[in-house]
């Protein structure tokens, strides 16, 4: 069949810390992922793709509105029980699509909110993805080591009994009176916790959060990879004769990595590594399936990772003592939390066979928020003024026609705290807080005065030039400020 340049199906596959360095094609040696290296083959492999943030919330939020998180206060890291953060009737990516005659579905993990607060989990589930663009969800809420750990598809926990009621709260003092406790009933756990992730047990593992009933619909983390897999599967088989857009978002490598059965092992680097293995299985399924229905050459898939890696993000799985020689964000400094490269400079890849020349690499600078504005154009679609306000129509970049990307980004540690990147140039102004965060170990960037590094000479950024070049540093700091104070950085 011909391939349909203007309306292809479109899949995002989104990874949960994966690092810059976490994978073959980015150099990793320790973990084999020979279907992420196949995509990147395949397709275009970008050395400057950016998540908007070093956390999850901030960077999801980003990639489906276009807009960039600090601009909502509320785009933080969310509680499982959280509100909603994208208002029903925001245009965002899934909804433009779906205006586009494409099938829309989510699959994997959500943590952007849902309901409006006091959220009763027995009852529909609303506003969630399905008020903001997407016809099909099969989700998590937030994240695997926060309550409830339940699947959420269309409005409703799947498989709840009703005798058996579903509570959640995130009161540090409130735990349920029949509840087992990391915190109190250590001797239950398989994974303990390193830091904080001591509320309530659910398959021996203790999370963030409080919950109680809902055990018919009680997630099995070690078949969560397979779970999620089945939906997207599903989802592209039944969108047969419809260009559809499938958001597949990865819970792996976040805590707790636990490994099904036939990964357990796949590396020596521990879980860690043996999720990414997983992941990358799930990668190479998704594909076969496109090849099994004759869609490969129909579509345009996109991976990338919603924020740099950690390694040891709350729980004892000694990813940090077995890493071993493996560098997670390769020769990035810092890592998930932090103003460094390493919080948000992640893995890009984007393949459609076909289109995209295969086995090239861009250099391109280009952040998962423009996304929305080059889907919106790739699909024939006008955006309007106000509507994904800080997402750039980089349609040609993304399918390796063009090489010349972004001029200037700006980017989240946590927060809010930002980075203003233009050119090779990375400023980073004074911000509050430890240079490093303790428990995760990562160098977050913090410090009293600014920071300027040459990324194109120094991109393992120790080598600081703000005191060599304040004439720059000025002008970046006056940029920023600009950027913060505007309500939109598309022009026209
Ligand atoms: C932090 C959690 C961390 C992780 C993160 C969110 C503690 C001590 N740490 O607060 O384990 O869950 O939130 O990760 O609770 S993210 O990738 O979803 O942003
Ligand atoms: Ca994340």
């Not at 959640?168 to 250590?186: H, I, K, Q, S």
Request: charged share 25%; glycine share 12%; aromatic share 8%.
């Amino acid at each position: 069949m011909a391939t349909d340049v203007t309306r292809p199906n479109l899949i995002i596959m989104y990874a949960d810390d994966l690092g810059f360095g976490d994978i073959g094609c980015y150099g990793a040696a320790g973990i084999p992922t020979p279907n992420l290296d196949r995509l990147a083959a395949e397709g275009l492999r970008f050395e400057q793709g950016y998540a908007t943030a070093a956390t999850c919330t901030p960077s999801r939020y980003s990639l489906l509105t276009g807009a960039y998180p600090w601009r909502n206060p509320r785009a933080a890291i969310l509680a499982g029980d959280a509100p909603l953060i994208i208002a029903p009737g925001t245009p965002t990516l899934p909804e433009r699509l779906r205006r586009a005659g494409y099938r829309t579905g989510i699959a994997g993990k959500w943590h952007l909110g849902l309901g409006t607060g006091a959220l009763d989990w027995n009852r529909e589930i609303r506003p969630g993805p399905n008020e903001v663009g997407f016809d099909h969800a099969h989700i998590m809420a937030a994240t695997n080591d926060r309550v409830p750990c339940v699947y959420v598809e269309d409005r409703r926990v799947v498989g709840l009994d009703p005798a058996d009621p579903l509570e959640v709260n995130y009161d540090p003092a409130g735990a349920y009176p029949d509840e087992t406790t990391g915190r109190g009933c250590p001797e239950r756990l398989r994974v303990r916790p390193s830091h904080g992730h001591d509320d309530t047990i659910v398959n021996g593992v203790s999370r963030i959060g409080h919950m109680r009933g809902g055990r018919a619909a009680l997630w099995d983390d070690e078949r969560m990879a397979e779970h999620f897999l089945a939906k997207a599967t599903a989802f592209i088989e039944g969108s047969a004769g419809r260009p559809f857009f499938l958001y597949y978002a990865f819970h792996q490598p976040h805590v707790p990595r636990l490994p099904g059965p036939r990964f357990a092992g796949a590396t020596r680097l521990g879980a860690r590594g043996d999720v990414i293995v997983e992941m990358d299985w799930c990668v190479g399924q998704v594909l076969e399936t496109l090849e099994r229905l004759g869609l490969r050459r129909q579509t345009l898939v996109l991976f990338s990772s919603d924020n740099g890696p950690v390694l040891d993000d709350g729980y004892q799985d000694r990813a940090a003592e077995l890493a071993g020689a493996h560098r997670p964000a390769g020769r990035l400094r810092g890592g998930k939390y932090s103003l460094f490269d390493g919080g948000t400079r992640v893995p890009f890849l984007a393949s459609w066979p076909g289109v995209i020349e295969a086995g090239r690499t861009s250099h391109a600078l280009v952040s998962h928020v423009d996304f929305h504005a080059s889907l919106a154009a790739l699909t024939g679609q006008a955006l309007c003024p106000g509507e994904a306000p800080d997402s750039l129509d980089m349609l040609a970049v993304l399918l390796g026609r063009e090489g010349r990307g972004r001029e200037e980004l700006v980017v989240e540690g946590t927060q809010g705290k930002t980075v203003m990147r233009r050119g090779d140039w990375a400023y980073i102004p004074p911000h509050p807080g430890p240079a490093v965060n303790r428990p995760t170990n990562t160098e977050l960037g913090n410090a009293p005065t600014p920071q300027l590094y040459d990324l194109s000479l120094d991109i393992g950024q120790i080598r600081d030039l703000a005191a060599e070049r304040p004439d720059i540093a000025a002008a970046l700091s006056a940029r920023l400020a600009e950027i913060r104070a505007g309500r939109q950085t598309r022009t026209g």
